[in-house]
């Protein structure tokens, strides 16, 4: 009976670690697909605002026939390394969400270093990220004569995204190193566990007092004794 309930447990425990393990995939997954969109947004080319000797937008990719482009004379090699640091940030970033996905499937449940891959992934890219801006305001404070620069929206939103997907591999490293552990314990955990101690409780008490019972009626007619009758003699 102990070991069909050690059994019933451990498989209890299993499934309920195993559903909570993809629910915080689930919300990595979210925030990585959150940081793509933001990070997109470079598309647009205007990431920041000069005014002085060179007025107008600068950005990792300028469309100068949507907007007014600064006119800075050649593209210097901090806006190329931004550009390449950047594309392989994307790059990495539609890699990791359709992994991500596809890790949801039956036959990539049984990975067991899958977190861990998602983890460096996501670090990877919000470094990259934080590498290619750093980059591009690095060049921009360069400009000389100094102008005045003023970051847009999308610049905001590019750092906005290197945090959520750092915050996207945190996540997948303690889902790795198993946050849904025995030491978490949910109050729906303790409720379901209490139950079924209950249970099993209860199916021990009625199994021995069926023992008890039977060997009850087996002892009875072993306890009744025949006496012969005695014979006087006078």
Not at 30 to 56: E, H, I, K
Not at 183 to 204: F, G
Request: proline letters at 3%; aromatic letters at 12%.
């Amino acid at each position: 009976m102990d070991t069909y309930s050690k059994l019933g447990l451990s498989g209890l425990n299993y499934s309920w670690e195993e559903e909570r393990k993809f629910i915080l995939r689930s919300w990595s997954l979210v925030f990585s697909a959150l940081a793509t969109l933001m990070l997109l947004s470079v598309m647009d080319g205007r990431m920041a605002y000069v005014q002085g000797p060179y007025t107008g937008y600068v950005g990792i990719w300028s469309d100068c026939s949507k907007h007014k482009c600064a006119s800075l004379g050649q593209v210097t090699v901090l806006i190329h390394m931004s550009m390449g640091f950047m594309m392989l940030a994307l790059g990495l970033c539609l890699i990791l969400i359709l992994i991500m996905g596809l890790s949801f499937r039956p036959v990539f449940r049984r990975l067991n270093k899958t977190d861990l891959v998602f983890s460096f992934l996501s670090f990877s890219i919000g470094l990259l990220i934080v590498l290619s801006l750093t980059l591009f305001v690095v060049n921009c404070e360069m400009l000389r004569p100094r102008p005045q620069i003023s970051y847009l929206v999308t610049t905001h939103l590019c750092w906005s995204s290197s945090a959520l997907m750092l915050w996207a591999g945190v996540l997948n490293y303690l889902n790795h190193m198993g946050m849904w552990s025995t030491k978490t314990i949910s109050l729906e955990w303790q409720v379901c566990y209490r139950r079924w101690t209950l249970r099993q409780s209860s199916l021990r008490s009625g199994s021995k007092q069926s023992e008890a019972d039977s060997s009850h009626t087996m002892d009875r007619p072993s306890s009744l004794t025949f006496r012969e009758p005695t014979v006087k003699t006078f």
